[in-house]
């Protein structure tokens, strides 16, 4: 079994991170736990007593950190990744050691987030969505790790000054462009699609959450952008195409138009539940990421969490896009259940049956070819 991060090297991990001050306010954990409808698993049970212990050393060495107070804090899962978090939590009076985490009592969670300069959330449905809009209200440094494995723990230990340099490569480029062309290959049939950058600004994750009000994923290593959604009047997106998608081992094919996917062209059980989705949310089929991960470039292995897949290659992600700079919120979903962000990770141990066959950013009449048959090029 992986070894936990000890103490030194969790602090280590802080400051890489974080670039901790001298003085610094409080710092929160954050858990989501298990219910009926959402059954706790063996990961998920191992990852509360892997933050339990962060929190344990923390505070048993507390005169060593920075912080103000050290904060454990649960609350019941929201049913779906990125849903709107609960106002009130619970914040733990006295780990006890395992993974039941210990009772506490429900404070306000506003009241939580405004005393805290930094906060980690490592939850089994992710928050990063309502983490970074709650991050731009109360201004602390955030990292959102959903689904964290302990299988990530070494990863946890990479030179992220050097990674985060890597991401601002891809990130400039995503900033310059008006679009990426992708072509994806299934089954021996290639799909291709465009991406419309315009009116949009990219963003990079590449492990340093450094200043107020950011918060990224960790383990982290990508850059990635929402693409724009057509919301200026008599502007349509340039969005469309034609996207495959591995579902166990059918390929769903989606027809994109004005950034959304508003077909299935495929036949089968995978493709009909991915069309009744796009039938009854279609704010579902919205086009809200286009991501490029770096981190296969470091020999790090997928390990079956989005959180860690996502970083290793190219990924597009469905749903909503408000936290990255778009325009489709949970407002946009007609069921506050629906609302979701997701992504489809291409790498092949994620997707096996389909294949990477060019990345091309566009510059008006300059076009740069940056990945081909899943390898980088720049």
Same mark, same amino acid.
């Given at each position: 079994?992986?070894?936990?991060?000890?103490?030194?090297?969790?602090?280590?991990?802080?400051?890489?991170?974080?670039?901790?001050?001298?003085?610094? @306010?409080?710092?929160?954990?954050?858990?989501?736990?298990?219910?009926?409808?959402?059954?706790?698993?063996?990961?998920?049970?191992?990852?509360? $007593?892997?933050?339990?212990?962060?929190?344990?050393?923390?505070?048993?060495?507390?005169?060593?950190?920075?912080?103000?107070?050290?904060?454990?804090?649960?609350?019941?899962?929201?049913?779906?990744?990125? =849903?709107?978090?609960?106002?009130?939590?619970?914040?733990?009076?006295?780990?006890?050691?395992?993974?039941?985490?210990?009772?506490?009592?429900?404070?306000?969670?506003?009241?939580?987030?405004?005393?805290?300069?930094?906060?980690?959330?490592?939850?089994?449905?992710?928050?990063?969505?309502?983490?970074?809009?709650?991050?731009?209200?109360?201004?602390? $440094?955030?990292?959102?790790?959903?689904?964290?494995? $302990?299988?990530?723990?070494?990863?946890?230990?990479?030179?992220?000054?050097?990674?985060?340099?890597?991401?601002?490569?891809?990130?400039?480029?995503?900033?310059?462009?008006?679009?990426?062309?992708?072509?994806? $290959?299934?089954?021996?049939?290639?799909?291709?699609?465009?991406?419309?950058?315009?009116?949009?600004?990219?963003?990079?994750?590449? +492990?340093?959450?450094?200043?107020?009000?950011?918060?990224?994923?960790?383990?982290? =290593?990508?850059?990635?952008?929402?693409?724009?959604?057509?919301?200026?009047?008599?502007?349509?997106?340039?969005?469309?195409?034609?996207?495959?998608?591995?579902?166990? @081992?059918?390929?769903?094919?989606?027809?994109?138009?004005?950034?959304?996917?508003?077909?299935?062209?495929?036949?089968?059980?995978?493709?009909?539940?991915?069309?009744?989705?796009?039938?009854?949310?279609?704010?579902?089929?919205?086009?809200?990421?286009?991501?490029?991960?770096?981190?296969?470039?470091?020999?790090?292995?997928?390990?079956?969490?989005?959180?860690?897949?996502?970083?290793?290659?190219?990924?597009?992600?469905?749903?909503?896009?408000?936290?990255?700079?778009?325009?489709?919120?949970?407002?946009?979903?007609?069921?506050?259940?629906?609302?979701?962000?997701?992504?489809?990770?291409?790498?092949?141990?994620?997707?096996?049956?389909?294949?990477?066959?060019?990345?091309?950013?566009?510059?008006? +009449?300059?076009?740069?070819?940056?990945?081909?048959? =899943?390898?980088?090029?720049?």
């Amino acid at each position: 079994m992986i070894k936990n991060l000890s103490f030194d090297e969790l602090m280590r991990l802080f400051h890489s991170v974080f670039a901790l001050r001298a003085d610094e @306010d409080e710092l929160t954990f954050m858990l989501d736990l298990p219910d009926e409808k959402v059954p706790d698993n063996d990961a998920w049970h191992d990852r509360r $007593r892997i933050v339990g212990e962060w929190y344990g050393w923390l505070n048993a060495n507390s005169t060593q950190t920075p912080f103000s107070e050290i904060n454990l804090c649960t609350y019941q899962n929201v049913g779906a990744n990125n =849903g709107d978090l609960p106002p009130f939590i619970k914040k733990i009076n006295e780990y006890i050691g395992d993974a039941s985490l210990g009772s506490g009592m429900l404070v306000s969670l506003d009241e939580v987030l405004a005393a805290s300069s930094v906060v980690v959330s490592v939850p089994e449905l992710s928050a990063t969505a309502p983490l970074k809009m709650f991050a731009k209200k109360f201004r602390f $440094r955030g990292a959102s790790m959903p689904g964290f494995l $302990r299988s990530m723990i070494p990863s946890l230990s990479l030179d992220y000054e050097k990674v985060h340099a890597r991401v601002v490569q891809f990130q400039e480029r995503m900033e310059l462009a008006d679009g990426v062309r992708i072509r994806l $290959r299934a089954n021996g049939t290639t799909y291709e699609s465009l991406y419309d950058l315009r009116y949009r600004p990219a963003h990079a994750s590449g +492990g340093l959450m450094r200043e107020p009000g950011v918060v990224a994923n960790l383990p982290s =290593g990508e850059a990635y952008i929402t693409p724009y959604e057509g919301e200026r009047t008599n502007e349509p997106s340039r969005t469309a195409g034609l996207l495959p998608v591995q579902f166990e @081992d059918e390929i769903v094919v989606y027809r994109i138009e004005n950034n959304r996917a508003v077909e299935v062209v495929s036949q089968g059980v995978c493709s009909k539940s991915e069309r009744d989705k796009l039938g009854e949310e279609p704010a579902y089929g919205n086009i809200a990421e286009v991501g490029i991960g770096v981190l296969g470039e470091w020999g790090v292995k997928a390990v079956g969490s989005t959180l860690l897949d996502e970083k290793l290659g190219l990924h597009i992600a469905f749903g909503r896009s408000e936290h990255f700079g778009g325009v489709t919120s949970p407002r946009s979903f007609n069921n506050p259940k629906n609302v979701i962000h997701i992504d489809r990770v291409y790498v092949p141990s994620v997707q096996p049956r389909i294949s990477v066959e060019e990345v091309t950013f566009l510059f008006g +009449g300059r076009e740069e070819l940056i990945m081909r048959e =899943g390898s980088f090029l720049v």
